[in-house]
């Protein structure tokens, strides 16, 4: 869900309504942390949320320049507290190293994509606008979503459609995506989309759209996003002081099930205990209000010590 904020100059700005921020804050915020880390801080939907609840410093991470901007405005009325940084969370021990922070007493990672970015017809994320094919989360990187369309090999681009994107279709929607190109290269998000749409037609059961997966898994490789979300989750547990606690939250099966299994293995080892024993869901009027948080799994560990 995005909000439209009004700027002194008139100006309008997309803001991303965090998801589930009430459990959030009730997990995160109620022992009074002293330091918290939103490793995906975008423009500072949840941080506000967790500066308003504690007096705690926040550290913002994030790899999106232009949504750390915005929640540079968004979080200025707390000084000093907050740090904001440009980078990826799965580098996020090299992050608050740097910073000269050891520990923190609360880590927060929201996985899903930001409704600033996706809303933004000209950074390709979403299917639903024509855009160029690009997906870049840090758009100083080179690899774009175009690289991988116009000159992934067929057999590559079935891989990271069916492994990443969990399609059925995989090689069919690989074919049709190589023959597209041969007559000219791939250029948008609209042109991608109808390629999909050729092969799988124009709807799929639950009123899901075909190239929703073909979108994702592109996404998530230009991003590595799974092999950032490893780093982030086998060095974030050890960044936590003695009673601290970290959440995740979830948007696709992938990213859960390494969630899931990386807390279950740590809860196991005697270390940590799971605060979650069982999923946490959006309740349906959050729903209801904001469509995307639908698919939202949070997750939550505790150190253990006080």
Same mark, same amino acid.
Do not use: W
């Given at each position: 869900?995005?909000?439209?904020?009004?700027?002194?100059?008139?100006?309008?700005?997309?803001? &991303?309504?965090?998801?589930?921020?009430?459990?959030?804050?009730?997990?995160?915020?109620?022992?009074?942390p002293r330091v918290v880390v939103d490793a995906t801080v975008g423009t500072g939907?949840?941080?506000?949320?967790? #500066?308003?609840?504690? !007096?705690?410093?926040?550290?913002?991470?994030?790899?999106?320049?232009?949504?750390?901007?915005?929640?540079?405005?968004?979080?200025?009325?707390? =000084?000093?507290?907050?740090?904001?940084?440009?980078?990826?969370?799965? *580098?996020?021990?090299?992050?608050?190293?740097?910073?000269? /922070?050891? $520990?923190?007493?609360?880590?927060?990672?929201?996985?899903?994509? !930001? $409704? +600033?970015?996706?809303?933004?017809?000209?950074?390709? +994320?979403?299917?639903? !606008?024509? %855009?160029?094919?690009?997906?870049?989360?840090?758009?100083?990187?080179?690899?774009?979503?175009?690289?991988?369309?116009?000159?992934?090999?067929?057999?590559?681009?079935?891989?990271?459609? &069916? &492994?990443?994107?969990?399609?059925?279709?995989?090689?069919?929607?690989?074919?049709? /995506?190589?023959?597209?190109?041969?007559?000219?290269?791939?250029e948008t998000t609209g042109e991608l989309r109808a390629i999909v749409e050729r092969?799988?037609? #124009?709807?799929? =059961? %639950?009123?899901?759209?075909?190239?929703?997966?073909? +979108?994702?898994?592109?996404?998530?490789?230009?991003?590595?996003?799974?092999?950032?979300?490893?780093? +982030?989750?086998?060095?974030?547990?050890?960044?936590? $002081?003695?009673?601290?606690?970290?959440?995740?939250i979830a948007y696709h099966s992938l990213e859960d099930r390494a969630v899931k299994?990386?807390?279950?293995?740590?809860?196991? =080892?005697?270390?940590?205990?799971? #605060?979650?024993?069982?999923?946490?869901?959006?309740?349906?009027?959050?729903?209801?209000?904001?469509?995307?948080?639908?698919?939202?799994?949070?997750?939550?560990? *505790?150190?253990?010590?006080?």
């Amino acid at each position: 869900m995005t909000l439209a904020v009004k700027h002194d100059d008139g100006a309008a700005v997309r803001m &991303h309504v965090p998801v589930m921020a009430g459990e959030v804050r009730e997990l995160l915020c109620a022992r009074g942390p002293r330091v918290v880390v939103d490793a995906t801080v975008g423009t500072g939907g949840h941080a506000l949320e967790m #500066l308003k609840a504690t !007096s705690a410093r926040l550290v913002g991470i994030d790899r999106d320049a232009d949504a750390l901007a915005v929640a540079r405005d968004r979080l200025s009325a707390f =000084g000093d507290r907050v740090t904001l940084l440009h980078g990826n969370f799965g *580098e996020i021990a090299r992050l608050l190293g740097e910073c000269g /922070i050891e $520990s923190a007493d609360a880590i927060l990672a929201d996985l899903g994509m !930001s $409704s +600033f970015a996706l809303d933004d017809a000209e950074r390709g +994320f979403s299917f639903r !606008s024509e %855009g160029p094919l690009d997906m870049r989360m840090d758009r100083s990187q080179k690899l774009r979503a175009y690289d991988l369309v116009n000159e992934e090999s067929e057999a590559d681009l079935a891989d990271i459609l &069916h &492994h990443l994107g969990e399609e059925r279709a995989a090689r069919r929607i690989a074919r049709a /995506i190589v023959d597209a190109r041969r007559r000219r290269p791939i250029e948008t998000t609209g042109e991608l989309r109808a390629i999909v749409e050729r092969v799988l037609g #124009l709807r799929r =059961g %639950g009123g899901v759209h075909p190239a929703t997966r073909t +979108f994702q898994a592109l996404r998530i490789a230009v991003n590595h996003e799974m092999e950032s979300l490893a780093s +982030f989750l086998e060095a974030a547990p050890g960044l936590l $002081s003695p009673g601290g606690r970290m959440a995740v939250i979830a948007y696709h099966s992938l990213e859960d099930r390494a969630v899931k299994e990386r807390m279950r293995a740590l809860a196991a =080892g005697g270390g940590y205990v799971a #605060l979650t024993r069982k999923v946490l869901k959006p309740a349906d009027s959050e729903i209801a209000s904001n469509p995307r948080a639908r698919s939202a799994r949070l997750r939550c560990i *505790e150190r253990a010590g006080r």
